[in-house]
């Protein structure tokens, strides 16, 4: 056990290095987007527009409704209108179509789909778990489409196995739910059915999937 808990901890400490390097040099660390079909997210002038573009609602196919949009950047409803209004101008989010009240998301070469997040998900195998923080980082770099995959998770039977994805540093979400709306003891017995032993409600950190790995895995570069 103490073996594979060092292992474990060296793992760990040569991929946050490797995050941490990045972040110094102002790089961000390699995603799957392209990979997987969306273009990355383009830079533009002003820093709502930006903070607008970086939110992981817009980032779903369901997207945002305005009001929502202007309370997570903190701005208000009209102005945040007017400035959705020039981003769909220059082809960077769109109307979802048919929405009541109107919803916004990313420009479909942008937006990843919930498929692409259930890609990287099925590549964690029976007796593993992950976090949606370290898919949103294989898929874009950062944490910030967390809370969108977990949604997704949620929400969608076809899912592969969200038991296995779980919040930082490998516990069950409280609100954690199957569609049999079986709560977050079902999920305990499912990774315990699979070989994963829980510590004071934490699952086994040696049976941690992180996001190279994931990464990995997604490009065939994964070693024995």
Not at 87 to 105: I, N
Not at 168 to 189: F, L, M, N
Request: charge should be negative; proline fraction near 6%.
């Amino acid at each position: 056990m103490n073996e594979a808990l060092a292992t474990f901890a060296e793992r760990m400490s040569r991929a946050f290095d490797e995050l941490a390097g990045d972040l110094r040099r102002g790089e961000e660390p390699e995603s799957s987007v392209a990979l997987l079909g969306a273009a990355p997210i383009p830079e533009v002038t002003g820093h709502r527009q930006q903070a607008i573009l970086a939110l992981s609602g817009l980032a779903i196919e369901d997207g945002m409704r305005t009001s929502e949009v202007a309370k997570e950047i903190s701005y208000e409803v009209p102005n945040t209108h007017m400035t959705l209004q020039a981003l769909e101008r220059a082809g960077h989010v769109e109307m979802v179509p048919g929405s009541k009240p109107q919803r916004w998301r990313l420009h479909p070469k942008y937006r990843v789909t919930a498929k692409t997040y259930m890609t990287i998900a099925e590549q964690v195998k029976a007796g593993e778990w992950t976090t949606y923080g370290d898919i949103s980082i294989a898929l874009r770099g950062d944490t910030k489409a967390a809370r969108a995959i977990g949604q997704v998770a949620a929400r969608i039977p076809e899912f592969p196995n969200p038991h296995r994805v779980l919040r930082e540093p490998g516990v069950i979400s409280q609100y954690w739910v199957d569609h049999e709306g079986k709560g977050p003891d079902r999920c305990q017995q499912m990774l315990e059915a699979e070989g994963i032993d829980f510590v004071e409600g934490q699952a086994d950190p040696t049976r941690r999937v992180t996001w190279d790995v994931l990464n990995a895995r997604i490009t065939g570069e994964e070693t024995a």
